[in-house]
């Protein structure tokens, strides 16, 4: 059986890292166990390393289905480079690299496949595969299989059929963008039902999040470009027409920066992104099709010069900035005339999928206006809470928006307006008879002779869509999802009858209030690494990346370099204490980059830092549900445990029964405290534990129809059992 220390033993040797991230060891224990596993972890999580490291362990084969070709060729060139063999099978090799690699895959010598699902189904890679030892089918970006995901393709849903071909396979699906309903989704398809579901926290605290009202959109690109000179980053554009005007436009200016979307030419495009990979060209500028296949981790800003069309989008497109931990920084230029733009594109759909759209930009919209820290909606969308008020890494916690006036009158005008005209009209229509328009659609229906009209010229349009969504977003107006109509709410009541004040803005003026930066840590946050030597080492990467045609980070990502011209590594020995570099990359560019540092320290007079490292001892090392049961029992509640480990509280719940299985004993009242089921409900899971045993919960969750969740199931098993122990 292989493991953890060998799991370590491969994060150091092979991929140069010393620690993992949160998660990664508990999916990699179940991959290994042969236990299947849905894991939502964020872009830049480490993902990867979750079925990358079991298949070099692995005996057999690991088969990667990924559904773009950058993304296979990013992934196989960054194995590559850390000597791990691996291979990929599509349309963009010739027939002869084709049966290269599949004879490669024949004798054995390969450890990962990456396909795309179509190549999967085909019969030819089917009886390819039935000649092989596959040990570990990995689905990479699982949400495609979800008609509730942002990016729903078909072909991923007939992957379920290919798993009775390979009984023994274990099976890791994996997304960085699910919300709790794609997630069943891809459960049930995939029938990973019983199986592990790994949920890692959706914040990203490395990026700076702010939208700003888009005014002069292009002169506010300019300035945020900047304080960003020579940096990689990708602005994202709504039409192809925008993407060509303002490549055009930022070429004027002296920018260096190439267009993506579906109109360009295929060639034009693959050149394109393969020069900003290359870091020949810093900007893209792209529409959403730019980006799926790019993992570039030194990507350091993303604009968004129009609005996204759902949560899910924005949260993947800022997901491409910051993968190497570094801080990033994400501007979103928001106008209400965007929305009218998304609003066009989903009447274009059927009523179902309309229903669905104006659901998921109405959530995006929420996002956009409200006042608080930025990552309090943003993850609650994503069904997590964030544990603090402040981040101090987005513009409404380093920012104080103008005072906060009395709005209580306008918006009793506001919610007399929506009783008068019959509270089935939306903000616009609201908004045209307060400022007294003479649209055609508020003369038709004679509300021009409403005590209402014409009685809010005191606030444009936009002001007054403010103050409404603020109406919303506190409970006072309720918005019709299909049609947009407004109602009024019980507690509006109060407003009305002059019972309850109103407080907020309706202005955009705001001053800052912090000066706080990402506070990280050597080569993952802003330390004051040598930027001399750090330019000198950069232009080496780039010498080294053009000679064997790879991109610049599948040589060293900006945190390696960055810790080398912290720390002055002046022998082969010390470049392994390095971040990200393992015995193979540093036996095969070690020495230039040795080169450069010692020459900058002999000329600067400068010593070889020590650095301290992360030595593991097999009788000292503690499991995380270790750690999580010893916690438990000296007074954390899972509450507390889930926002230290920032983890669900399933995987809590999980640590604790590993901890109890194990023999050790737990606190029954820590477990009784965090049980939601009433008395009557506890009884009546005992009953169907009684009759259908407890090992196995989804019979037991089918017997109760589907209303006691699998957490509350997990925690009265847990109780029982540690009941019985004591």
């Not at 490292?613 to 010893?630: A, E, K, L, P």
Request: charged residues 25%; aromatic residues 10%; contains cysteine.
């Amino acid at each position: 059986m292989v493991t953890s220390e060998r799991a370590y033993q491969v994060l150091k040797e092979v991929f140069g890292y010393e620690h993992f991230r949160p998660l990664q060891e508990e999916v990699i224990r179940q991959v290994l166990n042969k236990k299947d596993a849905l894991v939502v972890m964020p872009t830049g999580g480490g993902k990867s390393l979750c079925y990358q490291i079991p298949a070099l362990l692995f005996e057999g084969l690991t088969v990667v289905v990924s559904p773009l070709i950058s993304l296979m060729k990013d992934q196989v060139e960054q194995l590559e480079s850390s000597g791990v063999a691996a291979v990929y099978l599509n349309s963009s090799l010739s027939l002869q690299e084709y049966q290269q690699n599949v004879s490669l895959i024949k004798s054995g010598k390969v450890k990962l496949l990456y396909v795309a699902p179509e190549t999967l189904m085909k019969q030819r890679m089917r009886n390819l595969l039935s000649e092989m030892k596959i040990d570990c089918l990995t689905i990479d970006e699982a949400h495609c299989i979800s008609e509730w995901g942002h990016d729903f393709r078909p072909e991923y849903r007939k992957i379920a059929g290919l798993r009775t071909d390979f009984p023994n396979t274990v099976c890791l699906a994996l997304t960085a963008t699910a919300t709790p309903r794609v997630q069943e989704d891809i459960k049930k398809n995939l029938k990973l039902d019983e199986s592990e579901t790994f949920i890692a926290s959706f914040n990203r605290e490395n990026l700076f999040l702010e939208i700003s009202e888009k005014l002069d959109p292009f002169q506010q690109t300019i300035s945020f470009l900047e304080k960003h000179k020579d940096q990689s980053g990708i602005i994202y554009c709504f039409s192809r027409r925008q993407v060509d005007e303002l490549t055009e436009d930022l070429n004027a200016n002296g920018y260096s920066v190439k267009p993506y979307h579906a109109g360009l030419p295929e060639l034009e495009r693959s050149e394109n992104q393969e020069s900003f990979i290359r870091d020949d060209t810093n900007i893209m500028v792209a529409t959403i099709a730019f980006g799926m296949g790019i993992n570039k981790p030194d990507v350091r800003f993303v604009i968004h010069y129009d609005l996204p069309q759902n949560i899910e989008s924005y949260y993947q497109q800022i997901g491409r900035a910051g993968r190497d931990g570094l801080r990033a920084d994400c501007l979103l230029l928001f106008s209400y005339s965007d929305i009218g733009k998304i609003n066009y594109i989903i009447s274009q759909k059927s009523p179902g999928e309309q229903k669905i759209a104006r659901t998921h930009l109405d959530a995006l919209i929420h996002f956009v206006e409200a006042e608080q820290c930025r990552r309090i909606p943003l993850m609650k969308y994503f069904g997590e809470t964030y544990p603090d008020k402040s981040c101090d890494m987005c513009d409404n916690c380093v920012y104080v928006s103008s005072d906060k006036k009395d709005l209580t009158v306008p918006a009793q005008k506001y919610l007399s307006c929506v009783i008068r005209t019959g509270e089935i009209f939306g903000i616009g229509h609201i908004n045209a008879v307060l400022r007294g328009s003479k649209k055609k659609q508020v003369l038709e229906h004679k509300h021009d002779k409403l005590s209402t009209y014409g009685i809010g010229r005191e606030f444009s349009g936009k002001q007054w869509s403010r103050l409404a969504r603020q109406l919303i977003r506190e409970g006072y107006l309720s918005k019709d999802p299909q049609f947009g109509g407004l109602k009024i709410e019980t507690p509006a009541k109060e407003i009305l009858k002059g019972q309850k004040k109103v407080f907020g803005t309706v202005g955009q003026g705001r001053k800052k209030k912090s000066d706080k930066t990402y506070p990280g840590q050597v080569g993952k946050g802003s330390v004051e690494y040598d930027n001399t030597l750090f330019k000198l080492l950069k232009k080496q990467r780039k010498l080294l990346a053009d000679e064997e045609q790879r991109p610049p980070y599948a040589i060293f990502s900006d945190a390696t370099l960055m810790e080398m011209a912290y720390y002055y590594p002046q022998s082969f020995d010390s470049l392994l204490n390095i971040y990200g570099i393992g015995r193979a990359k540093r036996n095969k560019y070690g020495e230039p980059f040795l080169e450069i540092i010692t020459d900058y320290c002999k000329a600067n007079d400068l010593q070889e830092r020590p650095k301290k490292t992360y030595r593991r001892h097999s009788q000292s090392y503690r499991r995380r549900h270790h750690q999580v049961g010893d916690l438990f029992n000296e007074g954390k509640s899972i509450q507390q445990l889930t926002e230290q480990f920032s983890v669900q509280p399933g995987t809590i719940i999980q640590h604790l029964e590993k901890y109890h299985l194990e023999g050790n004993p737990l606190r029954t009242d820590g477990i009784v405290k965090a049980l939601s089921l009433s008395p009557k409900q506890q009884e009546r899971v005992l009953q169907v534990f009684e009759k259908e045993g407890d090992e196995l919960l989804r019979p037991v969750y089918d017997a109760l129809n589907e209303e006691i969740s699998y957490d509350e199931l997990r925690l009265l098993r847990l109780y029982n059992y540690a009941l019985d122990d004591n």
